[in-house]
């Protein structure tokens, strides 16, 4: 590997010893080139008329007051509870995730369950939103069958001030497509840790712990903080599930876009855009702070 | 190197695996409950169709409508199709930022990222702006909306492809294989096709599985694009009926998961039939 | 190789059992169970139409032009919203030729103005002709331009109060806001505003949406308020608190009442327009019964108005749809879902209405028809006032 970077570097050195920007040969270039075609026309070209309509006015005319709009109470309220449903979820999820993750590729179970879990992960993924919401007003709900099942044990859950549409509640419900979905996705990545590591971890006298420690973990690491950050994303833009769960009466971001956007009775179009551009921004953020946390570790990989 | 490490190390781990597969049962039994019991409450709701009485009624209606099945089909098409042209796009693009433009990176995990915070109906309503006019009038008919439709849910599927396959290709040693492939004189599609293709067999199966789940259910875009698929059909009966979309629920869960069980073994044939080629 | 070769055979089978199962299927939705329901009631006035049809001659010529045009693109009608189900097949049945296209039936009326504004060039199947919409967004879409206007026949039937002078948009149907009640887990199903404060409805009072995105909810809000003998904007801040009252008791439920949550008992009573309720329980036909219960105090009427869009792709087709929804036929169609038609009292006068449609609409005595500049000043106070005083922004954890 050292090799490599080694000639790029040689490549771009001039005799004087001063450096070039380094050429990147116009193959390399082709190869994402149908990435950015496809992301350009179907969501880059759409994200900039959504930046253009969020400087509209209700009456029409270009105006910055949505944007002033954005640091009021309400809105900013919104963006904070979604972050922290977000948060909240991609590290419950990522966790819960990872362990079942773990288990079934590597935790001594038969073979079988890894293809059934798998299988399942992708139906669940499938189960967000109305049908998800439904299934748990069945399950948790008032008159929901865990809830009877309680008042058969004489436990009235609803008087315990558990209520299913609260956070904890959508917390729960989230959890169901976010646990799937880091199962699916960091299994690859469990399956790059070699035997070899483990055998020579061992060898070497190591315990359980040290391996994971010192050497799994730190491998596994920039893996498990990019399915992280699906995770929140994924939350963050969820509202279907939101929406059908809490009737739009819990203060999310993405339901105030809905009201301003979609719905019957606020009519403020502009405003739901730039709200939805403010998300932009949160997400373009986190990626950052994503990716400075990334290449830190992965400095000890090269 | 000492060797006598070895035996004690061997038999102080061999009590741990023990206590380990325990553990690993027990956790994949309380999480498997959460998420089997929703599941079973759905069932039970489905079954009361008919009043006081367990039965099948709501699933005889669902299935007297005729068009449940077309618009499932279409959805299958529409998925298989968004799997094949993500792959195409994404796997290509992943590796050629992890192994040649790095520094493209934050800007394209950003670019996949997108969808998460783009709302469908935005994005939709955007999308018809743009390509409801001349020169890119894309619009003008069913079919050709399709075509449209597709395209955006490759898009929708980038966050999930990219991440499995960006996890995928970590796990394998990408620079080595490249090389190795090179000083064997190979080309970059030999390479993409018959090295990082088939070594990424896990991570494609889990971003197409995750695409298809996507696709299947998508209901906003399909309905602005007035698209007759099964994101819309569902919403409708969730709508109106009460037992019904409960067994809809079931039903989709089924069929969905017969669909993954055919992308799994089929996934598995082909890796089975590398391997022996490999043993060989 | 193996993979690929797969993945094309699952394809083609994909593929084939797309074809043998599209022979069989069309692509627009099919006449549900409802239907059987309501044609008894429907059919019964067709004899009026025969008598009539002869002197309705102009509808020749636009249904020529319609017919050219071939489709007609619906937007936010929901098939089992005041029987838009036998609307559809009676307009299908009555001019054949023309395909109904229907978007969206879910969407509010904010969607259906976005989706005219999103389809200004688009002549394709995703532009909608006609909309439906709440009584204040007709002044503000004909302000933006975004409709066209046009007199139906019967236009001097529609209430003044209830159209645009310039024909822009116009009154379709009205229904009164009503408990919609599970008997099955209510034994005592509450008649009164003030009977939802009582105890023994705790945790199962909801309303049909949102405050802040239905237009129903919001309505509702001021209804309550209008029950406590408030009138005007006293009765938008009444409406509030008496909301905080319910939740406070513990009697409000948090989420959005629909026909399932009723039927499953989870929001066992739940204010709703009374057609929703009154055709959720012929749809539920028994499993459980669900009872409407108009209250007396604080009675609320909702007026929805349609208008063709400026940018429709097919106008003629429109106008033929408005001219249909407006003919006995049409408002009759929407009288067997339980709403008022907005020709209902010329229609009485004339003797058209058959007496058993009129026996099964609720009494609208006292109930209170808001002009579109109180609905907005009442819209006004409970939009703000609504997180702040009813403070329903659910469970926010500690900073």
């Not at chain 2, 009966?237 to 979309?245: G, M, Q």
């Not at chain 3, 609320?300 to 036929?329: C, F, R, T």
């Not at chain 3, 009129?358 to 006292?366: D, V, W």
């Amino acid at each position: 590997m050292k090799s490599n970077t080694n000639n790029s570097r040689s490549v771009n050195s001039t005799v004087g010893g001063a450096k070039r920007p380094p050429r990147i040969p116009i193959g390399h270039w082709l190869g994402v080139l149908p990435f950015f075609v496809f992301s350009g026309m179907f969501l880059i070209a759409p994200t900039l008329v959504l930046a253009y309509r969020s400087l509209e006015g209700p009456e029409g005319g270009l105006t910055l007051d949505n944007y002033r709009q954005l640091a009021s109470d309400t809105v900013m309220n919104s963006y904070g509870m979604s972050i922290k449903i977000s948060l909240t979820t991609a590290i419950l999820g990522g966790l819960i995730g990872f362990v079942i993750a773990w288990v079934v590729s590597m935790g001594g179970l038969p073979p079988r369950f890894r293809l059934i879990t798998t299988t399942f992960s992708g139906v669940a993924a499938n189960f967000a939103g109305v049908p998800l919401a439904t299934a748990y007003v069945f399950t948790l709900g008032r008159v929901g069958l865990v809830t009877a099942l309680f008042k058969m044990f004489g436990v009235n859950l609803y008087k315990t001030g558990f209520s299913l549409y609260s956070f904890f509640g959508l917390t729960l419900v989230y959890l169901y497509f976010q646990i799937p979905l880091m199962v699916l996705t960091i299994l690859p990545a469990l399956d790059g840790l070699k035997r070899e590591w483990r055998e020579a971890a061992e060898n070497l006298g190591a315990t359980q712990i040290q391996y994971w420690r010192y050497v799994a973990l730190p491998v596994l690491t920039p893996s498990i903080l990019g399915t992280m950050i699906l995770l929140f994303g994924n939350s963050f833009g969820a509202h279907a599930t939101a929406y059908a769960l809490t009737g739009g009466l819990f203060d999310l971001a993405t339901l105030l876009i809905g009201r301003q956007i979609s719905g019957d009775v606020l009519h403020n179009p502009g405003l739901g855009y730039a709200v939805a551009m403010g998300m932009v921004f949160i997400m373009a953020f986190s990626i950052f702070i994503y990716s400075i946390l990334q290449r830190r570790s992965e400095r000890w990989l090269k | 190197m000492t060797t006598t490490p070895v035996s004690p190390a061997i038999a102080t781990n061999k009590r741990p695996v023990t206590t380990q597969r325990l553990g690993s049962w027990l956790i994949y039994l309380v999480v498997s409950l959460y998420f089997l019991i929703p599941l079973a409450a759905t069932f039970y709701w489905s079954l009361r169709g008919k009043k006081d009485v367990l039965s099948f009624e709501a699933y005889r209606k669902l299935f007297a409508d005729t068009s449940f099945l077309p618009a499932f089909s279409q959805s299958i098409i529409n998925a298989i199709a968004t799997i094949f042209l993500c792959l195409l796009i994404v796997v290509p693009t992943a590796y050629w930022v992890t192994l040649r433009l790095p520094k493209l990176r934050p800007v394209v995990e950003f670019i996949t990222l997108l969808p998460f915070v783009i709302p469908a109906v935005v994005l939709v309503f955007g999308i018809i702006r743009l390509y409801s006019a001349p020169p890119l009038l894309f619009t003008a008919t069913y079919n050709s909306s399709r075509v449209v439709l597709i395209c955006v849910y490759v898009c929708l599927s980038f966050p999930y492809m990219f991440r499995s396959v960006d996890n995928g290709l970590r796990a394998i040693d990408v620079r080595t294989l490249t090389e190795a492939a090179q000083s064997l004189g190979a080309n970059w599609v030999t390479i993409l096709f018959r090295v990082i293709f088939p070594n990424l067999r896990v991570a494609l199966l889990s971003g197409a599985l995750l695409t298809f789940a996507i696709v299947i259910g998508e209901l906003t875009i399909a309905l602005y694009m007035a698209q007759h698929t099964l994101g819309p059909y569902m919403s409708d009966l969730t709508r109106s009926k009460v037992y019904e979309p409960s067994a809809m629920a079931i039903v989709a869960f089924a069929i969905t998961w017969a669909a993954m069980g055919i992308i799994d073994f089929v996934g598995r044939g082909a890796s089975r039939q590398a391997q022996k080629t490999e043993a060989e | 190789m193996n993979k690929k070769f797969a993945f094309q055979l699952f394809a083609l089978f994909v593929i084939a059992a797309t074809v043998l199962s599209a022979c069989g299927g069309a692509a627009v939705a099919t006449e549900a169970p409802v239907a059987a329901t309501e044609a008894p009631v429907v059919a019964t006035e067709a004899p009026v139409i025969a008598t009539e049809a002869p002197v309705v001659d102009p509808m020749a010529a636009l249904y020529e032009a319609a017919k050219g045009e071939g489709m007609l693109t619906t937007i936010a009608l929901p098939r089992d919203w005041c029987n838009y189900e036998a609307v559809f097949n009676g307009f299908k049945a009555k001019y054949p030729g023309i395909e109904v296209n229907e978007l969206n039936p879910g969407a509010g009326s904010g969607d259906e103005i976005e989706a005219i504004k999103a389809n200004k060039n688009n002549t394709g199947p995703q532009a909608p002709d006609v909309i439906d919409v709440g009584l204040a967004f007709g002044p503000s879409a004909k302000a933006d331009g975004l409709i066209q206007p046009y007199k139906v026949a019967t236009w001097n039937d529609i209430p003044d109060s209830a159209k645009d002078a310039e024909g822009y948009w116009y009154g379709d149907y009205y229904g009164v806001l009503s408990f919609s009640v599970n008997t099955v887990e209510v034994a005592n199903p509450p008649v009164e505003y003030a009977d939802l404060l009582k105890p023994e409805y705790n945790g199962q009072v909801a309303l049909s949406g949102d405050p802040l995105a239905s237009n129903a909810a919001i309505l509702t809000v001021w209804a309550a308020g209008l029950s406590t003998g408030a009138t005007g904007d006293a009765a938008a801040q009444a409406g509030l608190e008496y909301f905080k009252k319910l939740n406070e008791a513990g009697n409000f439920v948090p989420i959005d009442g629909n026909s399932k949550t009723v039927g499953i008992g989870e929001t066992p009573v739940m204010i709703d327009w009374n057609y929703n309720s009154m055709l959720n329980n012929v749809n539920l036909a028994g499993n459980p019964e669900v009872v409407t219960n108009v209250p007396t105090k604080g009675s609320l009427a909702g007026v929805y108005v349609q208008a063709i869009s400026a940018y429709a792709p097919h106008p003629n087709a429109a106008k033929l749809w408005m001219e249909y929804l407006y003919s006995d036929e049409g408002q009759l169609a929407w009288a067997s879902g339980f709403c008022y038609p907005i020709r209902y009292n010329a229609m009485m006068a004339a003797g058209t209405v058959p007496a058993d449609l009129a026996a099964q609409l609720p009494s609208t005595e006292g109930a209170f028809f808001p002009t579109i500049d109180e609905i907005n000043a009442a819209k006004a106070i409970i939009t703000t006032g609504w997180p702040t005083v009813v403070g329903v922004t659910v469970e926010k954890p500690a900073p």
